[in-house]
């Protein structure tokens, strides 16, 4: 298992080293000129040349990103273009709201999915089992912006109730921090949630129809022991491997979502920064966002091995 952690972590290296050079040439080659972009038509010939001397961009695009990869291999992903501010710090501070997010997230899918999925599993075929594939099937086929969209809508025509403004930290105050988070969470945890319970019940599906569940039921285990100590446990590895593409993607950031609730996390961060052509800012958080996916599809590897003793990595 080391071995092949220890070989996976060096294959970092030739997959960031591919998104690197992939988001700085279409940073480029987008139309526009970058200091017109951020000093407006207004600006006049010096100020122009000033800015792109100051940011290279008057220098060769193989100088410009040696230039930035070197700075990233010593921690300094360099400064924005728009306020002057550092990246990197700007970048943690920011991914640690959309880290809540996406934990709080994952907890109510998992909370509604896996147990409704089991459910639909054992009661196949019957009034349960369709009910829960058509919320499933809505919750998959609705975009988690619209669903937000109409949430917010509801709460504010007939409860009158609109979700606070900003973001407060959960140790300066967690109880307006879980105000602030939980119908963000809630969004993105139902939509998560119709996903996996698919998942779940086709996996679980699948396990039951086993001769080791049968062996497990003659040998006279209550129901209860054969589904979640025995089907579930061997039909987690599909139902890892969707939450895992889940985290991921939230982890770079629910850009749609940050923006609904004005929530200033990584994907508002990324959104802003391409919208404004900050070079610095969207190289940076791309690349963090590619090591952020690349190590949770890691830890969902590891986890299959815990699961399933039959999976041996050399």
Do not use: C
Not at 97 to 110: D, G
Not at 221 to 230: C, D, L, M, W
């Amino acid at each position: 298992m080391t071995s092949y952690i220890i070989r996976r972590l060096l294959m970092l290296v030739p997959v960031l080293f591919g998104v690197s050079i992939f988001i700085f040439l279409m940073m480029r080659v987008v139309p526009g000129d970058v200091a017109q972009t951020i000093l407006g038509t207004d600006a006049t010939p010096q100020a122009l040349e000033a800015l792109r001397n100051q940011f290279g961009l008057n220098e060769s695009y193989f100088k410009q990103y040696v230039n930035w990869v070197g700075g990233v291999l010593t921690g300094d992903f360099g400064e924005s273009m728009r306020n002057g501010r550092e990246v990197l710090p700007e970048i943690v501070n920011r991914f640690k709201l959309t880290f809540e997010l996406t934990i709080l997230a994952a907890i109510i899918s998992w909370i509604i999915s896996i147990p409704l999925g089991v459910l639909a599993a054992v009661k196949r075929n019957s009034a349960t089992d369709l009910t829960i594939r058509t919320i499933s099937l809505f919750g998959v086929s609705i975009p988690n912006f619209a669903f937000a969209t109409v949430l917010l809508l509801i709460l504010a025509l007939y409860f009158n109730y609109s979700p606070p403004i900003g973001y407060v930290s959960f140790f300066a105050d967690p109880l307006k921090n879980l105000e602030i988070m939980f119908l963000p969470s809630l969004v993105l945890g139902m939509t998560m949630a119709a996903a996996v319970m698919r998942m779940t019940r086709s996996s679980v599906l699948e396990v039951l129809r086993q001769d080791f569940v049968r062996t497990v039921r003659a040998k006279g285990a209550k129901e209860r022991i054969t589904i979640f100590n025995h089907a579930l446990r061997n039909a987690l590895i599909p139902i890892l491997t969707i939450i895992g593409m889940q985290i991921g993607t939230l982890l770079g950031g629910a850009v749609i979502i940050e923006q609904i609730f004005s929530l200033p996390g990584l994907g508002q961060y990324v959104l802003t920064g391409i919208t404004q052509r900050d070079l610095t800012v969207v190289q940076g958080s791309v690349l963090f966002i590619s090591f952020v996916f690349v190590m949770i599809n890691l830890i969902v590897d590891i986890l299959y091995a815990y699961l399933d003793p039959r999976i041996n990595y050399k």
